[in-house]
């Protein structure tokens, strides 16, 4: 443990660092308050012990000073001139305790020690509720990854050897297919297993809310800033750091981001005073980054910081003999949730659940079977219970010539397996087509040609149509494409700064 020493008599300041020393702790000595808030920042101590009467910054200004860094910062004061006042201002602004010198050695010890374990402690709940939170998310249930096709099996050695390093993770795979599994699994399995492991979605957020999460921000730096916040880099310290979605980080953050990759450093919004960070961060994303790249929506160098031990989370379909295993699986999680007797599926359902493409992943499968469990009659869930669940009743995927139109649909399905690897589709005449609406001629379907195309201007085709088909009507427009009304706003405000969709959607 860190104990910062402030003092501007030289011999008192060594006297109580030696001491600190010799008890088993690690001192660490300021001649002054700015000093003293420089090494705050920088060494990151478990708590301060400074003297009251001090030229310049007092004792009480530097705690004061403290507090708008760290509210949870403990500080002892030392004081020769010890009163009732005294005491009652310094625990006004917050300290969490105060010597009269002169004072045994044991004492201070003592006293040091109590801040410590304090901080300690405050920090542990911190971590636990945290934890808590995780575990109630999941269901209650460890992260694990379920199948036992060859590519599962060569998941899991790359997880082995990767987790119990320091380097960043970035996971890559389509919507659905278990990234934020894959980096709980890499957390549990690291030396920072003790550590929190905090979540954040970066496209949910606009760039102010996303910038504050993750940096923090002072009291009064933006609208609605009534007090200090700690960003997720600070309370994440010597645990991990999950960034979902990190393609959608716009620019200005980027930079920043890259800063902290770079050199463990940041300022919270609002903030001169740099703080130092111990985060390992994992990036999930379900775009080809490579290709954002190249189209200069996203920085070079902070895809090279972020592709240091890259993991590519398979789709459903190239492991669709795990379809079973995984079905009995989340039949026993809902059951085991929900209190009720473990369901099964009939040997009849099986095959269709194999023959099925699976475009929502692995989360598309477990919807089904909770669903099953809640909605299907009977002791076995048979092949007419899910069959409905497979595909939507306007949904339908049709034949596409070779040299499909080049125009654009409202709703999307995939003819042929896309490569997301490289953003192409490897059949020169694939499309994606859709039934969008029986009533219109020829059913309403239209195709987009996806050869030679990366996915996120085919999904943005997608959604431009859609919106137009609708009349502008968002809230129409995601419940065809079932998505959130949100994450619709988010992407075309994503797309109208980079200037690929039009203004007036």
């Known amino acids: 443990m860190r104990v910062l020493v402030v003092d501007d008599k030289e011999l008192m300041r060594d006297s109580v660092a030696t001491t600190l020393t010799r008890a088993g702790l690690q001192a660490v000595a300021a001649a002054d308050g700015p000093t003293a808030l420089s090494l705050i920042a920088a060494e990151r101590p478990s708590a301060v012990i400074t003297d009251l009467q001090m030229p310049g910054m007092s004792g009480l200004d530097l705690l004061a000073k403290i507090r708008a860094i760290d509210e949870q910062l403990p500080v002892v004061l030392m004081t020769a001139y010890a009163t009732v006042q005294t005491a009652v201002a310094a625990m006004k602004e917050g300290a969490f305790d105060y010597?009269?010198?002169?004072?045994?050695?044991?004492?201070?010890?003592?006293?040091?020690?109590?801040?410590?374990?304090h901080a300690a402690l405050v920090r542990e709940n911190a971590v636990l509720r945290t934890r808590l939170e995780s575990h109630r998310n999941r269901g209650g249930d460890k992260p694990v990854l379920v199948g036992r096709t060859p590519v599962m099996c060569r998941l899991r050695e790359q997880i082995d050897r990767i987790a119990p390093t320091q380097g960043t993770v970035l996971i890559s795979g389509e919507?659905?297919?278990?990234?934020?599994?894959?980096?709980?699994?890499?957390?549990?399995?690291?030396?920072?297993?003790?550590?929190a492991l905090l979540t954040l979605n970066c496209a949910a957020l606009?760039?102010?809310?996303?910038?504050?999460?993750?940096?923090?921000?002072?009291?009064?730096?933006c609208t609605g800033a009534d007090r200090l916040r700690k960003g997720r880099f600070e309370l994440a310290d010597g645990g991990t750091l999950l960034l979902d979605e990190i393609s959608e980080i716009p620019?200005?953050?980027?930079?920043?981001?890259?800063?902290?990759?770079?050199?463990?450093?940041?300022?919270?919004?609002?903030?001169?005073?740099t703080q130092r960070t111990n985060v390992r961060v994992i990036a999930t994303t379900n775009r080809d980054l490579d290709a954002s790249v190249r189209r200069g929506s996203f920085?070079?160098?902070?895809?090279?910081?972020?592709?240091?031990?890259?993991?590519h989370v398979p789709p459903l379909r190239e492991r669709i003999e795990d379809v079973p295993h995984l079905a009995d699986h989340f039949l026993r999680v809902v059951a085991r949730r929900e209190g009720q007797p473990?369901?099964?599926?009939?040997?009849?359902?099986?095959?269709?659940?194999?023959?099925?493409?699976?475009?929502?992943?692995?989360?598309e499968l477990f919807n089904i079977c909770e669903r099953a469990c809640i909605l299907a009659p009977g002791d076995l869930i048979g092949a007419a219970s899910i069959a409905p669940w497979l595909r939507a009743p306007d949904a339908e995927v049709v034949p596409v010539p070779a040299a499909p139109p080049a125009s654009i649909g409202a709703g999307l399905s995939t003819n042929g397996a896309a490569d997301h690897d490289s953003g192409t589709?490897?059949?020169?005449?694939?499309?994606?087509?859709?039934?969008?609406?029986?009533?219109?001629?020829?059913?309403?379907?239209?195709t987009i040609p996806v050869f030679n195309r990366p996915l996120e201007d085919i999904e943005r085709d997608v959604i431009v149509a859609t919106l137009h088909r609708h009349g502008g009507h968002r809230q129409r427009?995601?419940?065809?494409?079932?998505?959130?009304?949100?994450?619709?706003?988010?992407?075309?405000?994503?797309?109208?700064?980079?200037?690929?969709?039009?203004?007036?959607l």
């Open 99 to 117: 010597l009269m010198k002169p004072f045994e050695g044991d004492q201070l010890v003592a006293t040091v020690r109590r801040a410590v374990g």
């Open 175 to 195: 919507s659905g297919v278990g990234k934020e599994v894959v980096a709980q699994m890499i957390h549990a399995l690291s030396d920072r297993s003790g550590g």
């Open 206 to 221: 606009s760039p102010s809310l996303l910038e504050s999460e993750l940096f923090g921000h002072e009291k009064g730096a």
């Open 251 to 273: 620019p200005p953050i980027q930079a920043k981001l890259l800063r902290v990759l770079q050199e463990r450093a940041f300022e919270r919004v609002g903030s001169s005073v």
């Open 299 to 311: 920085r070079q160098d902070l895809f090279f910081r972020l592709n240091v031990l890259p993991i």
């Open 342 to 363: 473990v369901r099964r599926f009939e040997d009849a359902a099986l095959p269709l659940l194999a023959a099925y493409h699976w475009p929502g992943n692995v989360r």
């Open 425 to 446: 589709n490897g059949d020169a005449g694939a499309a994606a087509v859709i039934a969008a609406d029986p009533a219109e001629p020829n059913g309403g379907r239209i």
């Open 477 to 504: 427009t995601a419940m065809e494409l079932r998505i959130g009304v949100r994450t619709l706003g988010l992407k075309l405000r994503r797309w109208k700064e980079l200037s690929l969709v039009a203004e007036d």
